[in-house]
T-cell receptor
Framework: AQSVTQLGSHVSVSEGALVLLRCNYS??????LFWYVQYPNQGLQLLLK??????LVKGINGFEAEFKKSETSFHLTKPSAHMSDAAEYFC?????????????FGKGTMLLVSP | KAGVTQTPRYLIKTRGQQVTLSCSPI?????VSWYQQTPGQGLQFLFE???????NKGNFPGRFSGRQFSNSRSEMNVSTLELGDSALYLC?????????????FGPGTRLTVL
Protein backbone atom coordinates (compact mmCIF):
# COMPACT_ATOMS: atom_id res chain seq x y z
CA ALA A 1 0.00 0.00 0.00
CA GLN A 2 1.16 3.49 -0.73
CA SER A 3 1.64 6.26 1.81
CA VAL A 4 2.81 9.86 1.89
CA THR A 5 4.71 11.67 4.63
CA GLN A 6 4.95 15.43 4.71
CA LEU A 7 7.60 16.70 7.07
CA GLY A 8 6.41 19.64 9.12
CA SER A 9 2.78 20.51 9.64
CA HIS A 10 3.72 24.20 9.50
CA VAL A 11 6.49 25.98 7.60
CA SER A 12 7.17 29.70 8.06
CA VAL A 13 9.12 31.81 5.58
CA SER A 14 9.63 35.49 4.93
CA GLU A 15 8.41 37.07 1.74
CA GLY A 16 11.09 36.64 -0.91
CA ALA A 17 12.67 33.62 0.77
CA LEU A 18 12.98 30.12 -0.64
CA VAL A 19 10.03 27.82 -0.07
CA LEU A 20 10.79 24.13 0.54
CA LEU A 21 8.01 21.72 1.43
CA ARG A 22 9.05 18.13 1.95
CA CYS A 23 7.26 15.02 0.76
CA ASN A 24 8.34 11.39 0.97
CA TYR A 25 6.31 8.57 -0.46
CA SER A 26 6.11 4.86 -0.07
CA UNK A 27 4.95 2.79 -2.99
CA UNK A 28 5.64 -0.72 -4.18
CA UNK A 29 5.07 0.26 -7.80
CA UNK A 30 6.11 3.32 -9.85
CA UNK A 31 4.01 6.15 -8.50
CA UNK A 32 2.29 9.14 -9.95
CA LEU A 33 2.83 12.09 -7.61
CA PHE A 34 0.92 15.30 -7.18
CA TRP A 35 1.08 18.54 -5.23
CA TYR A 36 -2.16 20.32 -4.44
CA VAL A 37 -2.79 23.67 -2.72
CA GLN A 38 -5.80 24.55 -0.62
CA TYR A 39 -6.73 28.13 0.22
CA PRO A 40 -9.10 28.81 3.12
CA ASN A 41 -12.68 27.73 2.48
CA GLN A 42 -11.81 26.36 -0.92
CA GLY A 43 -11.21 22.99 -2.51
CA LEU A 44 -7.86 21.68 -3.70
CA GLN A 45 -6.11 23.04 -6.77
CA LEU A 46 -3.46 21.06 -8.64
CA LEU A 47 -0.02 22.71 -8.60
CA LEU A 48 1.89 20.05 -10.53
CA LYS A 49 2.14 16.34 -11.18
CA UNK A 50 4.87 13.79 -11.88
CA UNK A 51 4.04 11.09 -14.39
CA UNK A 52 7.54 9.75 -15.16
CA UNK A 53 8.16 11.98 -18.18
CA UNK A 54 10.73 14.20 -16.42
CA UNK A 55 12.11 14.20 -12.90
CA LEU A 56 11.91 17.99 -12.56
CA VAL A 57 8.35 19.13 -12.85
CA LYS A 58 7.28 22.74 -13.22
CA GLY A 59 3.89 23.82 -12.02
CA ILE A 60 1.77 26.89 -11.68
CA ASN A 61 2.60 30.01 -9.68
CA GLY A 62 6.36 29.42 -9.96
CA PHE A 63 6.41 26.14 -8.04
CA GLU A 64 8.42 23.12 -9.08
CA ALA A 65 9.19 19.70 -7.65
CA GLU A 66 11.89 17.13 -8.24
CA PHE A 67 11.26 13.40 -8.20
CA LYS A 68 14.14 11.48 -6.58
CA LYS A 69 13.56 7.77 -6.72
CA SER A 70 16.62 6.91 -4.62
CA GLU A 71 15.30 9.10 -1.82
CA THR A 72 11.61 8.36 -2.47
CA SER A 73 11.05 12.09 -2.30
CA PHE A 74 9.07 14.70 -4.22
CA HIS A 75 9.84 17.99 -2.49
CA LEU A 76 8.11 21.20 -3.58
CA THR A 77 10.11 24.40 -4.02
CA LYS A 78 9.66 28.00 -5.04
CA PRO A 79 12.60 30.40 -5.26
CA SER A 80 10.84 33.43 -3.81
CA ALA A 81 7.75 33.33 -1.60
CA HIS A 82 4.86 35.73 -2.06
CA MET A 83 2.27 36.61 0.53
CA SER A 84 -0.34 35.03 -1.73
CA ASP A 85 1.42 31.64 -1.36
CA ALA A 86 0.15 31.32 2.21
CA ALA A 87 -2.05 28.23 2.10
CA GLU A 88 -2.05 24.53 2.93
CA TYR A 89 -0.14 22.23 0.60
CA PHE A 90 -0.82 18.54 0.09
CA CYS A 91 1.38 15.92 -1.50
CA UNK A 92 -0.43 12.90 -2.95
CA UNK A 93 0.49 9.59 -4.56
CA UNK A 94 -1.62 7.64 -7.00
CA UNK A 95 -1.07 3.98 -7.77
CA UNK A 96 -3.06 1.11 -9.16
CA UNK A 97 -4.33 -1.40 -6.65
CA UNK A 98 -6.33 -4.44 -7.71
CA UNK A 99 -7.17 -2.70 -10.96
CA UNK A 100 -8.29 0.56 -9.39
CA UNK A 101 -6.41 3.80 -8.85
CA UNK A 102 -6.32 5.37 -5.42
CA UNK A 103 -5.12 8.87 -4.54
CA UNK A 104 -3.51 8.96 -1.09
CA PHE A 105 -2.76 12.32 0.50
CA GLY A 106 -0.22 13.43 3.05
CA LYS A 107 -1.38 15.26 6.18
CA GLY A 108 -0.61 18.62 4.64
CA THR A 109 1.80 21.46 5.37
CA MET A 110 0.56 24.92 6.21
CA LEU A 111 2.80 27.55 4.63
CA LEU A 112 2.95 30.84 6.52
CA VAL A 113 4.50 33.84 4.76
CA SER A 114 5.50 36.89 6.77
CA PRO A 115 6.27 40.33 5.31
CA LYS B 1 -16.24 25.87 -18.39
CA ALA B 2 -17.89 25.67 -14.98
CA GLY B 3 -15.96 23.94 -12.23
CA VAL B 4 -17.07 21.27 -9.82
CA THR B 5 -20.01 22.43 -7.75
CA GLN B 6 -21.12 21.06 -4.42
CA THR B 7 -24.33 21.72 -2.56
CA PRO B 8 -25.00 22.68 0.08
CA ARG B 9 -21.83 24.48 1.16
CA TYR B 10 -22.67 24.30 4.85
CA LEU B 11 -24.85 21.91 6.79
CA ILE B 12 -25.68 21.47 10.45
CA LYS B 13 -27.25 18.22 11.62
CA THR B 14 -27.77 16.42 14.91
CA ARG B 15 -26.59 12.96 15.90
CA GLY B 16 -28.69 10.17 14.48
CA GLN B 17 -29.92 12.12 11.48
CA GLN B 18 -28.96 11.36 7.92
CA VAL B 19 -27.61 13.71 5.29
CA THR B 20 -27.25 13.80 1.51
CA LEU B 21 -24.57 15.83 -0.23
CA SER B 22 -24.56 16.62 -3.92
CA CYS B 23 -21.77 17.04 -6.44
CA SER B 24 -21.95 18.18 -10.06
CA PRO B 25 -18.75 17.39 -11.98
CA ILE B 26 -17.21 19.40 -14.74
CA UNK B 27 -19.10 18.89 -17.98
CA UNK B 28 -17.76 15.81 -19.77
CA UNK B 29 -16.12 14.32 -16.69
CA UNK B 30 -17.30 10.81 -15.96
CA UNK B 31 -15.41 10.01 -12.77
CA VAL B 32 -16.40 11.42 -9.39
CA SER B 33 -14.51 10.79 -6.17
CA TRP B 34 -15.41 11.77 -2.64
CA TYR B 35 -13.05 12.61 0.21
CA GLN B 36 -13.48 13.42 3.88
CA GLN B 37 -11.18 16.08 5.33
CA THR B 38 -10.73 16.49 9.08
CA PRO B 39 -7.98 18.17 11.12
CA GLY B 40 -7.02 14.90 12.76
CA GLN B 41 -7.15 12.43 9.87
CA GLY B 42 -6.48 14.75 6.96
CA LEU B 43 -7.87 13.84 3.55
CA GLN B 44 -9.30 10.35 3.34
CA PHE B 45 -10.73 8.67 0.26
CA LEU B 46 -14.36 7.63 0.54
CA PHE B 47 -15.29 6.21 -2.87
CA GLU B 48 -15.11 6.71 -6.60
CA UNK B 49 -17.86 6.42 -9.17
CA UNK B 50 -17.43 6.01 -12.88
CA UNK B 51 -20.28 5.60 -15.33
CA UNK B 52 -22.76 5.08 -12.48
CA UNK B 53 -20.69 2.27 -10.95
CA UNK B 54 -18.73 2.37 -7.74
CA UNK B 55 -15.18 1.45 -8.76
CA ASN B 56 -13.32 1.86 -5.53
CA LYS B 57 -14.12 2.31 -1.88
CA GLY B 58 -12.11 3.56 1.08
CA ASN B 59 -12.12 2.26 4.61
CA PHE B 60 -15.34 3.79 5.90
CA PRO B 61 -18.33 2.14 7.57
CA GLY B 62 -21.41 1.20 5.63
CA ARG B 63 -23.19 4.32 6.92
CA PHE B 64 -21.37 6.13 4.12
CA SER B 65 -22.82 5.45 0.71
CA GLY B 66 -23.04 7.12 -2.64
CA ARG B 67 -24.37 6.91 -6.13
CA GLN B 68 -23.87 8.43 -9.53
CA PHE B 69 -26.51 9.36 -12.04
CA SER B 70 -26.47 9.04 -15.81
CA ASN B 71 -25.49 12.71 -16.15
CA SER B 72 -22.44 11.98 -13.90
CA ARG B 73 -23.82 13.98 -11.00
CA SER B 74 -23.13 12.22 -7.73
CA GLU B 75 -24.60 12.15 -4.27
CA MET B 76 -23.22 10.79 -1.05
CA ASN B 77 -25.32 9.86 1.93
CA VAL B 78 -24.37 9.45 5.56
CA SER B 79 -26.90 7.75 7.78
CA THR B 80 -27.11 7.74 11.58
CA LEU B 81 -24.73 10.68 11.90
CA GLU B 82 -22.08 10.66 14.62
CA LEU B 83 -20.16 13.59 16.09
CA GLY B 84 -17.03 12.30 14.37
CA ASP B 85 -18.64 12.74 10.96
CA SER B 86 -18.17 16.49 11.27
CA ALA B 87 -15.82 17.30 8.41
CA LEU B 88 -15.32 18.98 5.09
CA TYR B 89 -16.52 16.65 2.35
CA LEU B 90 -14.80 17.20 -0.95
CA CYS B 91 -15.88 15.98 -4.32
CA UNK B 92 -13.46 15.70 -7.24
CA UNK B 93 -14.09 14.93 -10.88
CA UNK B 94 -11.87 13.72 -13.69
CA UNK B 95 -12.37 12.83 -17.33
CA UNK B 96 -11.81 9.15 -16.77
CA UNK B 97 -10.62 6.93 -13.98
CA UNK B 98 -6.90 6.32 -13.81
CA UNK B 99 -3.68 6.87 -11.91
CA UNK B 100 -2.49 9.96 -13.70
CA UNK B 101 -5.76 11.70 -14.33
CA UNK B 102 -5.95 15.12 -12.76
CA UNK B 103 -8.77 15.43 -10.30
CA UNK B 104 -10.57 18.77 -10.11
CA PHE B 105 -11.95 19.54 -6.69
CA GLY B 106 -15.08 21.36 -5.65
CA PRO B 107 -15.19 23.82 -2.74
CA GLY B 108 -16.57 21.20 -0.39
CA THR B 109 -19.52 20.84 1.94
CA ARG B 110 -18.81 21.67 5.58
CA LEU B 111 -20.88 19.27 7.72
CA THR B 112 -21.25 19.95 11.43
CA VAL B 113 -22.88 17.29 13.59
CA LEU B 114 -24.17 18.46 16.98
Amino acid sequence: AQSVTQLGSHVSVSEGALVLLRCNYSSSVPPYLFWYVQYPNQGLQLLLKYTSAATLVKGINGFEAEFKKSETSFHLTKPSAHMSDAAEYFCAVSTMNSGYSTLTFGKGTMLLVSP
Amino acid sequence: KAGVTQTPRYLIKTRGQQVTLSCSPISGHRSVSWYQQTPGQGLQFLFEYFSETQRNKGNFPGRFSGRQFSNSRSEMNVSTLELGDSALYLCASSLVSGVNNEQFFGPGTRLTVL
